[in-house]
């Protein structure tokens, strides 16, 4: 089965780099403590998880305004 694979196609392109992308969000939120939560009620780790997945996307955030500011200092 895996030699059938088209990895050329645009569309296994496009699988792996949200595979990919997934994979970044979930070691990330690793790091931070959600895979394995301390907390014991159902809305606390609701809460803690919304929390650090803002935490990533502002991280992320912040990592493509600074690559912009570089970029206009270099033109």
Known sequence: MRHQIDRQSALYQEIYAQRTATERINSQA???????????NREAIANLNTLIYVLINLRALHRIRAQKARLTQVV
Do not use: A, F, M
């Open 30 to 40: 690793v790091d931070l403590g959600i895979e394995r939560p301390k907390l014991r």
